[in-house]
Nanobody, 121 residues
């Protein structure tokens, strides 16, 4: 089994910053890509940012230039630094990772429980 635990969500005013963290734990052999998705009320879950094990990142157009994804492979942790937050960034943010869970071979997709980010205007 493997678990992802997010932290760092909360309430912030527009223009402010938050940093989300997501730590993977359990019977982990390796982690491939990690990333963040979000789901706003009444909307579908959407990709925010992803990062490969080697550090290559990808962002949704709506967050480019404001959000930065990073990871610490030694700690099995991924971060999302969110700056210049807007009310439309309000959503539950979910961590996602491709995890090789021993003893079963191959990577599996694992999701965290989500952390709420609320941006007030």
């Amino acid at each position: 089994q493997a678990q992802l635990a997010e932290s760092g969500g909360g309430l912030v005013q527009a223009g402010g910053s938050l940093r989300l963290s997501c730590a993977a734990s359990g019977s982990i052999f390796s982690i491939n890509a990690m990333g963040w998705y979000r789901q706003a009320p009444g909307k579908q879950r959407e990709l925010v940012a992803t990062i490969t094990r080697g550090g290559s990142s990808n962002y949704a157009d709506s967050v480019k230039g404001r959000f930065t994804v990073s990871r610490d492979n030694a700690k099995n942790t991924v971060y999302l630094q969110m700056n210049s937050l807007k009310p439309e960034d309000t959503a539950v943010y979910y961590c996602n990772a491709e995890v090789w869970i021993v003893p079963a071979p191959g990577y599996r997709e694992v999701w965290g429980q989500g952390t709420l980010v609320t941006v007030s205007s």
